[in-house]
């Protein structure tokens, strides 16, 4: 299969594309590699994928010198004509798109750059994909789009009518795009809601990513909501096999339904926030000085996921448990800032 993978110098997108071709799909990784956070962490994973920082050019495919089928281009998705090109080009079988603006609270910061990504650049995936027929769009939600909702665990059929960030409201809005899109097209179409992914070369901006730089640095770590939340913290791997499940699991037209499916990958075991920094604090070797504040807007008490209809339809379960993550974690934090 050929598959096109956006958001491929990002945290998720590294370990897709390098597991997808490590499994003999021809893949192309796409991204702009933006600043919002240290562009030499993206350089980095993709140097770790074989492609050198000095070869990357707006535009122009290179190929990995450590993964023979896998191929990377710098494009913004916003560039429409470029990404139709592509498209026309390339003719992708699959779609794995995960380029996203990230980050809850930088959306109260800088709303127009995730309207620009996750909205205009999601609208030209979908018109690529109308375009150049391909076989199956899998694309990155979030549990974010739970937002208010006070039931738990989150379930897929629960209704996301109150979001809590814009993050979140584009995220939400991806969904009933894709909808419409499926339904006037027949484009198969699978969201997937994350919860709390974490594991080696995530992001930084991420609260245990953080932490771990502050505890290593003898700084207090800011903790929200006096430590009374709970998080859905889900390890790389295993969301990375949730995603290869959806791919290869291609909806279907149904009677009263276009062929649209939406799963939560999570672990489906909240821990608590005070919990998971002692677990962290424990793979670090070092405790951490701490500084406890409010809530902060955009942020919600808890996050758990109901993976049953996932388990039902991707015979998928997440496997690792956050001690052995986040000691993975730390051995790659370790190596990687030569601590």
């Not at 919002?36 to 993709?46: A, F, P, T, V, W």
């Not at 076989?135 to 379930?155: C, D, E, I, R, W």
């Not at 009677?255 to 002692?278: C, H, Q, T, W």
Request: aromatic share 12%.
């Amino acid at each position: 299969m050929k598959i096109l993978v956006t958001g491929a110098a990002g945290f998720i997108g590294l370990h897709l594309a390098e597991k997808l071709a490590s499994m003999g799909h021809t893949i192309l990784g796409l991204d702009n590699i933006n600043d919002y956070y240290d562009i030499n962490l993206k350089y980095d994973r993709l140097l770790h994928s074989g492609f050198k920082k000095e070869e990357i050019q707006y535009g122009l495919k290179i190929k990995s010198r450590s993964l023979s089928c896998y191929y990377f281009i710098k494009l913004d998705l916003t560039d429409q004509q470029g990404l139709f090109t592509l498209f026309a080009e390339e003719k992708f079988d699959y779609v794995c798109h995960l380029a996203a603006q990230a980050g809850v609270r930088y959306s109260i910061e800088n709303p127009h750059a995730y309207i620009d990504s996750n909205v205009y650049g999601f609208l030209n995936i979908l018109e690529a994909c109308r375009l150049f027929t391909i076989q199956h769009l899998v694309f990155a939600s979030s549990s974010s789009v739970y937002g208010m909702n006070k039931k738990t665990p989150f379930s897929v059929t629960d209704r996301v009518d109150h979001p809590v960030s814009l993050y979140a409201a584009t995220k939400r809005s991806n969904e009933l795009m894709a909808h419409v899109y499926s339904s006037l097209f027949s484009i198969p179409a699978t969201a997937l809601r994350f919860f709390t992914v974490y594991g080696p070369w995530g992001r930084p901006d991420m609260a245990y990513y953080k932490f771990a730089h502050a505890i290593c640095e003898n700084k207090p770590i800011e903790i929200y909501n006096n430590g009374n939340m709970q998080r859905d913290f889900t390890y790389i791997d295993d969301i990375i096999n949730g995603v290869i499940a959806a791919i290869n699991h291609i909806p279907v037209n149904k009677e009263d339904s276009p062929p649209l499916a939406f799963y939560n990958l999570g672990n489906n075991r909240p821990v608590k926030l005070m919990d998971f920094i002692s677990i962290l604090e424990k793979a670090l070797g070092k405790n951490a000085e701490k500084i406890y504040l409010e809530m902060q807007p955009g942020d919600v008490n808890i996050t758990m996921a109901d993976i049953d209809h996932t388990r039902r339809e991707l015979g998928w379960d997440p496997r690792t448990s956050i001690t052995d993550g986040l000691q993975l974690f730390a051995e790659w934090f370790f190596k990687y800032n030569s601590l």
